[in-house]
């Protein structure tokens, strides 16, 4: 497994500190310290292999642990906050990423046996061991990066390869529920969805519970299942995520943003935003900005 490791770790090295396309469709990198604020998003589902140091996810009041001997699959689009941290000898953080497409996955299911004991997952976000058979395929997929030509040949191979061996592990059940259209999770994802489309209207639970069928009750439980938010909590932190961006791109004054995304009340706002990012919004995006300044 070392050896393949390295390989990958090879592969990627020309990863910068954000998001970083390789050329392979939904397949990206990253390398290094990763400004804090661009790890506070909505993470799009994915399949996540850091091949060095190591992250902290936090969604709701869940956090996760992972490093090169674990992989992060999430099945529907969360707001999270993430850390990175380099390898105990200093070398930088470094990780590879399949977005995920429900119609992929549902083309695979349909080419594989219905497991035994077939369940369905309850959540929507978890950390596995990686297994060697999970690298061997990551590695074909990168290798493509030094011969981009065969990339629209096998890139689709070794895509499949991927997804079947993640569903071949602990988290198979959650990957499933992402290619089959009438699960909890995919009814929650489409409630997920709307909110990020339209999040700055009021919502109504039961609107929501209706709009995918469910009853107001189950529609609730299961979503917090999923995401380890209500929607109400979902939709806030989009809201003070979509803020942030705006403000940070300068893009209006914090009563304005924050009537922008959906807050009647500019103070009510601004408590909400000190308590998810430690500051208030101007002191905030002050030290972002001169971080970045300092970086450049």
């Not at 090879?10 to 661009?38: C, D, F, W, Y």
């Not at 077939?118 to 297994?131: I, K, L, M, Q």
């Not at 059940?173 to 290619?179: E, Q, S, T, Y």
Request: with cysteine; hydrophobic share 45%; glycine share 6%.
């Amino acid at each position: 497994m070392n050896s393949t490791l390295d390989e990958l770790r090879r592969l990627a090295s020309g990863a910068r500190n954000r998001r970083t396309e390789t050329g392979i469709p939904r397949v990206a990198m990253v390398q290094g310290k990763v400004p804090e604020h661009e790890l506070s998003a909505v993470y799009e589902p994915m399949v996540n292999v850091i091949l060095r140091g190591s992250k902290r996810m936090t969604v709701g009041d869940q956090v996760l642990h992972y490093d090169a001997a674990t992989y992060f699959v999430m099945s529907v689009g969360l707001p999270a906050v993430g850390q990175v941290r380099p390898a105990a000898t200093g070398e930088p953080y470094l990780a590879v990423s399949l977005t995920l497409q429900p119609r992929i996955i549902a083309d695979l299911l349909a080419d594989l046996p219905i497991p035994a004991g077939e369940r369905f997952s309850d959540y929507g976000f978890s950390v596995a061991p990686v297994t060697e058979e999970l690298l061997d395929a990551w590695l074909r997929m990168l290798r493509l990066m030094e011969r981009p030509c065969e990339i629209p040949a096998l890139a689709p191979v070794y895509e499949r390869e991927i997804l079947f061996r993640v569903l071949q592990g602990p988290q198979g059940a959650m990957l499933r529920d992402i290619g089959l259209p009438d699960t909890a999770s995919a009814r929650v994802d489409t409630a997920i969805h709307w909110i990020r489309q339209n999040f700055p209207e009021p919502l109504r639970i039961e609107t929501l519970a209706e709009m995918v069928a469910m009853s107001p009750s189950a529609f609730h439980r299961h979503f917090k299942a999923v995401t380890a938010l209500s929607p109400l909590q979902y939709q806030k932190r989009v809201r003070l995520l979509a803020a942030r961006s705006r403000l940070i791109a300068g893009e209006g004054s914090v009563t304005t943003v924050a009537h922008e995304v959906g807050y009647e009340s500019p103070t009510q706002f601004s408590r909400e935003y000190a308590r998810a990012f430690g500051k208030p919004p101007s002191r905030d995006v002050a030290a972002i900005i001169a971080g970045l300044d300092t970086a450049a």
